[in-house]
């Protein structure tokens, strides 16, 4: 890789030790993916919740900061694995807590900004269209590179954090113009309508591209995605295939028409009823008792938190129900009585946390969940792997059988 | 008496062990229960195979972000892969594994490594080298 005279000293480690380990990790990922050099980066954002990371990760962190690591662009942080505030009645141990503290004091001695946010694109600064930027979480790589035109990898925590000491990340993959041309066509004949219709959309198209290194182009939609239905498409999408980036023919920036990104020479692919039915199918449960009813990934914007509260209005909930958000909307929420609307059903609403994020297998088993439901096609994707038997249902559903104790 | 496959320039040490093989995709979030050392995912493949010291032969990465940390986690607790060999890595699990200095090669030049390599082989895998050798084959 070609490196300038700046990032040589970084690798020589004359600009600290957290700078040199951060520009060493470039180069071995960046010579993997065949980078000629490294691209400045205008932010950065890091997953690092305590259960991905463990007791090595955190500890990782706290050496970094104690070598006098500082961040060189502004550093955002994705959802916490431990609200503070709320986490022995989950079953979550002290220790879990303990972890969190650390990574709180670690990444904050770094000059890193707690957002513990997955919805950055809504609530902290979107990035410019053709701005590099280092992001992780895939739902914000994927809305950022899609509905932004944005150019980012998804980038793990440790490359994310890389990215934050050196301002910089290995030019490979999204940062180039040939990665960013669509390499499927999908034409869709169904109108998604509620935010699950959105996600099943995206986990299809996601489950049928399959690769980090495939890019859809989608054809037929015939009304412009609000900010919430995209976040919904891109964050399945993402979870299914791996996905970095989709277009929207006529309506995502980099794809004002088809031949824009290519996808006039490409074969034309159906996506139809058949195709999401099956994949809904494999999401069943009607009449079975409902464990635990969760609003998450992505976290909830202050538009869903509304339309949820307005769905608890004078209900009581036989199953919980728990609501994850960013720590800004909690705020917001709070304020305009959002909360209070959820929470007096019998609901709880998590601030800066996201379900999947905060040792769901560990919190299952403590409170005996199994049936878990939810409207995010993404996190019923996940939790399978966690020992749940997850159910997927609208948001209005989801209310309702918060309130029956079973999935209507 | 062995065979030997070329692939991309790869992360990590020179390591041999024995092939666990599968043409389904990887995510440590989503697949593995990490504390067991086995494939928990009742979807995937590997359903109740255990990973340990195995070299893991799968085609692709998928998901989260997660694993970036995971595989360094898995390290530090002893129970890990010693190395994933992909048809097309992703970004996530390159990062993972240059944090963790685990070994991983992908974009075999002879096709489907998948197919390549079966369960029950011995391996050596160089990524430095950009090779693979299966020893009990010629």
């Known amino acids: 890789m070609r490196l300038t005279d700046e990032e040589k000293a970084m690798l020589a480690g004359e600009m600290g030790e957290a700078k040199r380990w951060a520009i060493d990790h470039q180069v071995k990922v960046g010579e993997m993916f065949d980078a000629a050099d490294l691209v400045p980066v205008s932010q950065s954002h890091m997953m690092v919740d305590p259960e991905s990371a463990g007791e090595a990760g955190v500890a990782f962190l706290e050496g970094l900061a104690e070598s006098g690591g500082r961040v060189s662009i502004p550093m955002i942080t994705d959802p916490r694995g431990v609200d503070l505030n709320h986490y022995s009645p989950l079953g979550q141990t002290e220790e ?31 990035p410019m269209f053709g701005d590099h930027v280092a992001y992780g979480d895939t739902g914000v790589v994927i809305y950022s590179n899609s509905a932004c035109g944005a150019r980012s990898n998804f980038e793990g925590g440790p490359s994310a954090l890389a990215a934050g000491l050196t301002g910089r990340t290995p030019r490979y993959g999204l940062h180039l113009d040939k990665h960013r041309q669509a390499t499927r066509r999908f034409k869709i004949n169904e109108q998604p309508s509620e935010l699950t219709d ?4 995206g986990a299809v198209i996601g489950k049928m591209s399959g690769s980090y290194w495939e890019v859809p182009v989608i054809e037929g939609l015939e009304v412009v995605p609000t900010s919430d239905q995209m976040k919904h498409l891109g964050a399945a999408m993402a979870s299914y295939g791996s996905t970095p980036l989709f277009h929207i023919s006529g309506i995502t920036p980099e794809s004002r028409t088809l031949s ?8 034309v692919e159906e996506v139809t009823k058949a195709d999401l039915d099956a994949l809904r199918s494999t999401f069943g449960g009607k009449g079975e008792k409902v464990d635990v009813v969760v609003f998450a990934a992505p976290q909830l914007s202050i538009v869903e938190m509304q339309q949820v509260a307005e769905l608890c209005k004078g209900k009581t909930f036989k199953a919980p129900v728990l609501v994850c958000t960013s720590a800004q909307v909690y705020s917001d929420a709070t304020r305009a009585g959002i909360v209070a609307h959820i929470e007096d059903a019998g609901g709880k ?60 | 008496m062995s065979i030997t496959l070329k692939c991309h320039k790869g992360i990590g040490d020179k390591v041999q062990g024995i092939a666990l093989v599968s043409d389904d995709n990887f995510s440590a979030r989503y697949d593995l229960d990490r504390i067991k050392g086995i494939f928990s995912r009742p979807a995937h493949k590997l359903h109740g195979e255990s990973y340990e010291k195995k070299i893991l ?12 940390w995971m595989l360094n986690e898995m390290k530090s607790r002893d129970i890990y892969p010693q190395a994933i060999l992909f048809n097309a890595a992703n970004t996530i699990l390159a990062q993972g594994a240059a944090l963790a200095n685990l070994t991983m090669c992908d974009r075999f030049e002879d096709g489907d490594v998948t197919q390549l390599i079966k369960t029950g082989d011995e391996v050596i895998v160089d990524p430095q080298a950009g090779t693979v050798t299966i020893l009990n084959r010629k």
């Open chain 1, 96 to 126: 879990m807590a303990n972890l969190e503290r650390r990574t709180y004091a670690a990444c904050e001695s770094m000059g890193i900004l707690m957002t513990n946010t997955c919805i950055n694109y809504q609530t902290v600064m979107p």
């Open chain 1, 349 to 408: 609403v998590l601030e800066g946390t996201c379900f999947y994020q905060q040792y769901a297998r560990e919190i299952g088993e403590a409170n005996g969940w199994v049936r878990l439901l939810s409207n995010s096609a993404k996190i019923v994707n996940i939790l399978g792997g966690y020992g749940y038997q997850p159910a997927l249902a609208s948001m209005e559903d989801c209310i309702a059988s918060a309130e029956a104790g079973e999935i209507v």
């Open chain 1, 198 to 201: 959105w996600g099943v959309l």
């Open chain 1, 260 to 267: 824009d990104v290519g996808g006039d020479k490409l074969p």
């Open chain 2, 57 to 68: 032969v799968m085609n692709t990465a998928k998901g989260g972000v997660a694993s970036a």
